[in-house]
């Protein structure tokens, strides 16, 4: 054993098989456990809030997990001793091992990960609406999809090498009588760092967007308009106003976002804004924020129409989204 991270918050120690499917059931997903009943050394501790659960696990054994797509999820396993096996149902295949690679498994495919009796592993489990909405606040646009992360992380390059220090660092203050869990705002920042980080060291469609690269391509002569749009949500947005932005006729703009984007202009002003709704219910108290305070103060006045707005977007209502 490498570092027992957050042995503070153990979940469960055993030597039974069932046992230990059930304990990573409980915090992470239900799944297919194999291994040797007369083998193993289970331990797992972790720690859960509204944004991520943050756990430590090893199986003392070799093991096999089959996972079923984690639907709501992302789940991120940094292996911080040992060596691991992955595949997943779109043909991708990973090899993890310490300190130099992990895995992302998404809530849309399958995935198998076969465990060395040595290996131990810092897991992630982040929920779709806290990355996605995290990433649409990097970009300054609304995220729809599903982030295709490659299933293999790479932990030895700067990127990846930040993330591990920073999940590392937040297990490890976790841990502590007087660190980071008595501090919920310095949590919060912590883990937003920790979000960041797994979308810049991770490889998916978002990549170069994140990194910079294509976008001013991609929009054209939308380029400055879209920037407007996002710096300005809360502020008045027309068609006229937007087209004093790029310099062009109403006309021109319509024509530009039909070609670019696929939508009209204020349709992609009331993405934009639905977005920073979803943004900002996610990191809001539920005991002192309403939504029709927030929806309000991003431009959305009639609420039912609001409501069914987020809804089709989102696939939940906004209360939902403030209690989640």
């Given amino acids: 054993m490498v ?48 944004q991520l659960t943050l756990g430590y696990l090893t199986y003392g054994a070799e093991t096999a997990l089959h996972m079923p797509p984690t639907d709501t999820c992302y789940h991120v396993n940094l292996t911080t001793a040992g060596t691991t096996a992955a595949s997943r149902s779109d043909g991708a295949s990973a090899h993890t091992s310490a300190q130099r690679a992990g895995t992302v498994l998404l809530p849309d495919e399958q995935t198998t990960v076969h465990w060395a009796p040595d290996a131990e592993q ?14 649409a606040d990097l970009l300054g646009r609304p995220v729809a999809d599903i982030v295709d992360f490659d299933l293999q992380l790479d932990l030895a390059g700067p990127a990846g090498a930040s993330l591990l220090r920073a999940v590392s660092f937040l297990a490890t203050e976790l841990d502590r009588v007087d660190g980071l869990a008595g501090s919920p705002l310095a949590r919060a920042q912590l883990e937003s760092f920790v979000l960041t980080q797994l979308l810049m060291a991770g490889r998916h469609q978002y990549s170069d967007a994140l990194a910079g690269e294509g976008e001013r391509d991609r929009l054209g002569r ?7 749009i996002e710096a300005h949500a809360d502020a008045e947005l027309t068609p006229e106003v937007l087209a004093r932005v790029g310099c062009v006729s ?12 696929g939508s009209s202009p204020m349709a992609y002003v009331r993405k934009v804004r639905l977005g920073k709704v979803r943004a900002e219910l996610l990191r809001s108290d539920p005991g002192r924020t309403r939504v029709t305070d927030v929806a309000t103060a991003w431009g959305f006045y009639h609420q039912s129409r609001f409501a069914q707005q987020y809804r089709d977007e ?10 989640s």
């Fill in 222 to 228: 939308l380029a400055p308009v879209v920037a407007h």
């Fill in 250 to 261: 109403v006309r021109t703009l319509h024509a530009a976002f039909q070609e670019r984007l």
């Fill in 314 to 323: 989102f696939g939940e209502l906004p209360s939902v989204t403030l209690q």
């Fill in 3 to 50: 570092q027992e991270y957050l042995s503070s918050s153990p979940v469960a120690s055993t030597t039974s098989l069932e046992e230990a499917r059930e304990a990573v059931a409980r915090v992470y997903l239900p799944h297919h456990l194999e291994g040797r009943h007369d083998r193993m050394d289970m331990r797992l501790n972790a720690v859960t809030d509204r």
């Fill in 122 to 135: 810092l897991i992630l489990k982040v929920t779709r609406a806290s990355l996605e909405s995290h990433l």
